[in-house]
């Protein structure tokens, strides 16, 4: 069984596939920090998610462009869009739209909340790192197809925010665990939402092909 994770160069939940059995691989423009590049593609993971030789995939989309958090570039004064920003939003929506329609039976699609004039689909689920062993908040969603809800492992109730809101939070005198975080950093996927993708859906997706098979 072949799984696609395309856009993650960190390979934190390629290689939580990986310590379940399964054949997954990761795929990014850039070399991987994770450590396993024999487990790694570089090249473009849109022609990657299309190929054909995948039964599952799960996507990271570049959110930069589309974030809520950019709010503050997309509207650079109060009330007025920026066009060059909602230009650069929309080819990163054609690119998160592909990997949402991708022809792979079972897809979980990543990202962080839009703003609502990217006119993303609406997601299946809000995950949280705090349900997952982490004591930080960092609201995350995921669009589905044909893969259940991630069931919650460890919900840890002593929690803050694991960035700035960069929406005002730093001038409330909200806390965050990071000052100072790259965008690497920022967008990786924490250790317990990667167990969890590989455990739940890895195996509703061994379930599925036994009951195919008879």
């Known amino acids: 069984m072949k799984i696609l994770i395309a856009c993650e160069e960190s390979q934190e939940v390629c290689k939580a596939f990986r310590e379940l059995g399964f054949e997954a691989y990761s795929c990014d423009l850039q070399e991987c920090s994770g450590d396993n590049p024999e487990w790694h593609i570089v090249g473009d993971a849109v022609k990657e998610a299309y190929s054909g030789k995948y039964d599952a995939m799960i996507a990271h989309p570049p959110c930069t462009y589309i974030s809520r958090a950019g709010a503050r570039w997309m509207y650079p004064t109060a009330g007025n869009l920026s066009q060059e920003r909602f230009k650069k939003a929309m080819e990163a929506k054609d690119l998160f739209m592909m990997f949402k329609n991708a022809p792979i039976k079972h897809i979980a699609v990543e990202n962080p909340t839009p703003l609502k004039v990217v006119g993303l689909p609406k997601q299946d689920q809000v995950v949280q790192p705090y349900e997952y062993g982490h004591p930080y908040s960092k609201r995350t969603l995921l669009w589905l197809k044909n893969l259940p809800l991630l069931e919650p492992t460890e919900i840890v109730s002593d929690y803050k925010p694991y960035l700035p809101s960069n929406t005002g939070g730093k001038k ?4 965050y665990q990071f000052k100072n975080i790259s965008q690497r950093e920022s967008s990786k996927t924490f250790s317990g939402i990667a167990k ?19």
Not at 196 to 210: D, H, M, P, R, T
Request: with cysteine; proline share 0%; hydrophobic share 40%.
């Open 172 to 175: 409330r005198g909200q806390k």
């Open 196 to 214: 969890a993708l590989a455990f739940q859906y890895g195996n509703f997706i061994k379930s599925e092909n036994v009951a195919a098979c008879g």
